[in-house]
């Protein structure tokens, strides 16, 4: 088990229970047997609105002062991860540079939210969008932030899916994005970046289970088959009773891909842990 996508109360999307802290959430992963927990709490950029309440520097203490207590390989194999979850890293891309820069940090997702002007895709009505020019700037937007080194992993690839399909019930026909997803892929393995199975999608309630990763298997397998080697795992869970739900069946998904290790990340640089080890 190992789960590389995780907040606390200190995401402003995330329950405000105290119980809901990087402390009890390492307890929690202790217990379950995880061996690697990455706390990734959002950081969501271009979106002053939402986050002008968001302390990054109390989160960061918090984590700093989780990872001295649970830090390094434990006696039981337990690894704690000092980590970020960076959104729309090009539309503020110094202030990106300025937090990816500090020395505590080990681990930075990045991921893309919401478009340029526009609202995160949780919020949008997607009855009133041309959904085929929607999702092209999408993945349009990704590429860009493929191009940028302000990160070690692209978190859930078809994130805005969630919504689209589930909650508005709007199907998409996801292969017309090939070749945009390919390059994509090209551009995180040209820069040693790697891609995030994010399980949300095989248990979080959008309404109806996506019963989908994001991505899914078949674009799993072309990272791989286009020669990606880095794969994380991460449930995106919000609540500490969530932590590492979807997470055996993300890892048989990367197995069957044909990866052999998953990867988590030590002050910025990649590590691996063997599936069958």
Not at 15 to 32: E, F, R, S, V, Y
Request: proline letters at 3%; a negative charge.
């Amino acid at each position: 088990m190992i789960d590389c996508h995780t907040h606390t109360r200190n995401s402003p999307d995330a329950p405000q229970d105290a119980g809901n802290n990087p402390a009890a959430l390492c307890k929690k992963a202790i217990a379950m047997g995880i061996k690697v927990l990455a706390i990734t709490e959002h950081c969501d950029l271009g979106d002053a609105e939402t986050y002008k309440t968001l302390n990054i520097e109390k989160f960061m203490q918090e984590n700093t002062a989780v990872k001295k207590t649970y830090g390094g390989i434990s006696a039981d194999g337990f690894t704690f991860v000092a980590g970020i979850e960076l959104g729309q890293i090009t539309q503020e891309p110094e202030r990106a540079e300025e937090i990816a820069a500090d020395p505590r940090l080990d681990f930075i997702l990045a991921s893309v939210h919401a478009l340029p002007g526009r609202q995160d895709f949780y919020w949008i009505d997607y009855s009133k969008e041309n959904i085929s020019e929607l999702l092209q700037a999408y993945f349009e937007e990704i590429l860009k932030l493929c191009s940028t080194g302000t990160f070690d992993v692209l978190a859930h690839l078809t994130y805005c899916l969630r919504y689209i399909e589930i909650r508005h019930g709007i199907l998409v026909d996801i292969s017309q994005y090939d070749g945009i997803i390919e390059e994509i892929f090209k551009s995180l393995i040209r820069r040693g970046k790697g891609l995030e199975i994010n399980t949300s999608g095989l248990w979080a309630k959008f309404g109806e289970k996506y019963g989908k990763t994001l991505p899914e298997y078949r674009h799993i397998k072309l990272y791989k088959d286009l020669g990606g080697e880095i794969i994380s795992v991460g449930s995106d869970s919000h609540c500490i009773t969530d932590l590492g739900k979807g997470i055996p069946e993300g890892i048989e998904l990367a197995k069957k891909a044909g990866f052999k290790y998953l990867a988590y990340y030590q002050k910025r640089k990649v590590c691996y842990l063997p599936i069958d080890g």
